[in-house]
């Protein structure tokens, strides 16, 4: 029975310690007789992953891959002017530079026009449009609101604020 039961402990701490470390794959080991625990088993039974010589932090690396020497009989392959794999000399490089350096600036100038654009709020423009329908939206609440308040309509206000204003006379 004590022998079953230190087992049964060994599964048990063997899956808790197992469940805070990254997963890993061991065979466990279904004798109980040999006297070993199966913490001890299922340690010894895991292969450790080989490390880089170069960085041992690293896994190993199985090699560089070639993908030219896979792939180059396919006609769609391309092997020439391969980007990251052209040999460009001084001058052609200074153009591409150059070219850049002008598609650079015909894009920063378009931006900024996007903005000042996006920007606009006098005119028929969209942030106008919706600044005008928001204030808009806003006074006739506070019509209706004060309408509802003090029973003076919309245009019995209007008249009021003309009067008080000094726009129409007084009678």
Do not use: H
């Amino acid at each position: 029975m004590k022998s079953s039961f230190s087992s049964l402990l060994s599964l048990s701490v063997w899956c808790v310690a197992d469940a805070f470390v990254a997963p890993k794959i061991a065979r466990a080991n279904t004798q109980f007789s040999t006297g070993t625990s199966l913490f001890e088993t299922a340690e010894s039974d895991v292969d450790e992953p080989a490390m880089n010589p170069d960085n041992p932090n690293l896994p190993e690396l199985k090699g560089d891959f070639d993908w030219d020497e896979k792939f180059g009989g396919d006609e769609d392959w391309i092997t020439e002017n391969v980007p990251g794999k052209i040999v460009l000399n001084e001058i052609e490089l200074a153009q591409q530079v150059t070219a850049l350096g002008q598609l650079e600036e015909k894009w920063r100038k378009e931006r900024l026009r996007e903005e000042y654009e996006e920007f606009k709020t006098v005119g028929f423009v969209e942030n106008a449009e919706l600044l005008n329908s928001r204030f808009a939206m806003f006074f006739l609440a506070t019509g209706l609101l004060t309408e509802y308040w003090t029973g003076v309509s919309i245009p019995g206000q209007v008249e009021e604020m003309l009067r008080i204003g000094g726009f129409i006379g007084f009678d």
